[in-house]
């Protein structure tokens, strides 16, 4: 009786709110129901097993990827993008939860037959770290990490401090500054590796990093991310 006093009066100051637009929700949810139909996942049957994007947007026509496989939950929109991009620029570091398990969920499911020596989670430059004040993407490996029972590892690449972000970066652009951006710190002896990161747009990022691993001693490497989409070619028209 006391237990329930307690929990109700904490709900009653601290009330449960939907992960991506806060209205008050129930205990045993996380996201409102508008919110939840709005929660678009990439179908694994419509999923191309290379670059991990919808069939319609596959990108392998356009380069040849340094990782094996990728897999991304959520389309890069609506809710999905809420909470993501909460918990990245929001300090909604609580959040990690929630999308940790998501991602664990699609690697259980996709990847149930490939034994991981590694987690490795894609390196955050200095800049961001100290405008964020966390590794947000340190912070979802280690809840993977943690309940995969796999070992984590930052000591095998590294970011550099104040390299470009690639947000700012157009399409073709984004591969030789992800390129120049990320670098081999030390070998490793680990032969298949998860590579984890927030959202994949063209891949570069994971390109570079996948290839760093390969440099550094892999023999494989795999890559899931919360959010998927596409950023498409600038046409430019002739006069």
């Known amino acids: 009786m006391i237990k329930k006093i307690?929990?109700?009066?904490?709900?009653?100051?601290?009330?449960?709110?939907?992960?991506?637009?806060?209205?008050?929700?129930?205990?045993?949810?996380?996201?409102?129901?508008?919110?939840?139909?709005?929660?678009?996942?990439?179908p694994a049957d419509k999923r191309c097993l290379k670059c991990g994007l919808s069939k319609p947007d596959c990108d392998c026509v356009r380069h040849i990827y340094y990782f094996e496989g990728a897999l991304s939950v959520f389309h890069n929109s609506n809710t999905a993008r809420n909470i993501v991009y909460k918990y990245k620029f929001a300090n909604k570091k609580h959040y990690r939860e929630?999308?940790?398990?998501?991602?664990?969920?699609?690697?259980?499911?996709?990847?149930?037959?490939?034994?991981?020596?590694?987690?490795?989670?894609?390196p955050t430059s200095l800049k961001s770290?100290?405008?964020?004040?966390?590794?947000?993407?340190?912070?979802?490996?280690?809840?993977?990490?943690?309940?995969?029972?796999?070992?984590?590892?930052?000591?095998?690449?590294?970011?550099?401090?104040?390299?470009?972000?690639?947000?700012?970066?157009?399409?073709?652009?984004?591969?030789?500054?992800?390129?120049?951006?990320?670098?081999?710190?030390?070998?490793?002896?680990?032969?298949?590796?998860?590579?984890?990161?927030?959202?994949?747009?063209?891949?570069?990022t994971l390109d570079s990093c996948a290839r760093c691993l390969l440099f550094a001693g892999a023999h494989t490497v795999y890559c899931v991310t919360a959010l998927g989409g596409t950023l498409k070619k600038k046409v430019i028209k002739k006069l």
């Open 129 to 204: 770290f100290v405008s964020r004040g966390y590794d947000h993407i340190f912070l979802l490996s280690e809840n993977i990490s943690e309940k995969l029972r796999i070992p984590i590892s930052k000591d095998i690449i590294g970011c550099k401090p104040f390299g470009k972000p690639q947000h700012t970066n157009d399409y073709s652009n984004r591969f030789p500054n992800a390129r120049e951006k990320y670098f081999v710190k030390n070998k490793t002896d680990a032969k298949t590796v998860l590579l984890v990161d927030d959202v994949k747009t063209t891949g570069a």
């Open 6 to 42: 307690l929990n109700s009066a904490i709900s009653f100051v601290f009330p449960n709110m939907c992960l991506s637009c806060g209205r008050i929700i129930d205990e045993d949810k996380r996201l409102c129901d508008s919110c939840q139909n709005n929660l678009t996942v990439i």
């Open 98 to 122: 929630y999308i940790a398990d998501k991602m664990i969920r699609i690697i259980k499911e996709e990847y149930s037959d490939i034994k991981f020596d590694v987690i490795v989670p894609v």
